[in-house]
């Protein structure tokens, strides 16, 4: 597949066969993954491979994921990381200024462009994968199992694998609605958010399992009704991210 059809195939897999994935497919991947551009060059990333049994299952459980862990090929936690950056001051005799909201935001930016890398790669050889932000519902156990220390947090998870079957691609937005010429124009939404609503009310209506009634503005809507995960601030915090 050209690298375009493997973008344009991408669904999330949940269900692997168990089948290992080798350190040397591994290592690959992550090499693969790490030529992805990075603000300043700062590669503010570090990803912990978790291959200890005891680990993984208690990452699943912490990640209110544990179905996935349990047939992955490999297991992965994708974490944000200031502390390489802290020692490399530190050859210098420098204090880096680590704890600010732009570097928070460098650090998130790094860690999404360089898993998404890693995504394709993967995908590209035939796997599956599926990212877990279930990880932030409780990050100070997840840090302490694997032994972050400050400047570096858990962003998310993921498994990978090769999946038992494929899902059936998930219609994304129309273009126009993301698409912005010039200028930012909001009226837009008025009809082409009923438009992605009826298309996604046919999706999960039809959809080859997990059929549901339901559409897209009504799924935004109950999710976000509500802060998510609001012990996150003070989790950050306790890592050296106060937002400054
Ligand atoms: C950062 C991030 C976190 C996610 N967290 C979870 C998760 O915790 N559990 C899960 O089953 N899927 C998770 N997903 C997968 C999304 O639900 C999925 O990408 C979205 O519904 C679109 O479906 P698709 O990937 O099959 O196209 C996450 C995706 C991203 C990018």
């Known amino acids: 597949m050209s690298v375009k059809e493997v973008l344009r195939s991408h669904s999330s897999v949940r269900k692997y066969t168990g089948e290992q994935i080798s350190k040397e497919t591994v290592i690959d991947l992550i090499q ?23 680990k993984k299952q208690k990452l699943g459980e912490l990640s209110k994921n544990d179905f996935q862990f349990k ?11 200031f502390k390489r950056l802290q020692m490399a001051g530190q050859k210098h005799g420098v204090d880096i200024v680590a704890d600010s909201a732009e570097n928070l935001l460098v650090g998130v930016a ?38 972050l220390p400050d400047y570096v947090f858990p962003l998310f998870a993921m498994t990978i694998g090769t999946p038992t079957k494929r899902n059936e691609t998930k219609p994304r937005l129309p273009v126009g609605a993301i698409l912005h ?11 082409l958010l009923d438009e ?14 997990n059929q549901k009634v339901s559409n897209w503005t009504k799924q935004m809507a109950d999710f976000l009704v509500e802060q998510r995960r609001p012990h996150i601030k003070e989790f950050l915090a306790s890592k050296g991210f106060s937002w400054k």
């Open 32 to 54: 693969t993954a790490q030529m992805a551009a990075s603000s300043h060059f700062v590669q503010a990333y570090s990803v912990i491979w978790v291959t200890d049994e005891e």
């Open 71 to 81: 047939t992955a090929g490999a297991s992965f936690l994708f974490c944000v990381d």
């Open 110 to 147: 790094d860690v999404g462009i360089f898993a998404q890398n890693f995504v394709i790669a993967a995908e590209a050889e035939g796997y599956g994968i599926c990212y877990i932000g279930g990880a932030r519902n409780n990050p100070t156990e997840i840090s302490e199992l694997f032994n």
């Open 196 to 209: 992605y609503d009826s298309i996604m009310e046919n999706y999960y209506a039809s959809r080859s399992s």
């Open 181 to 191: 010429e010039n200028s930012y124009d909001s009226a837009i939404y008025n009809d």
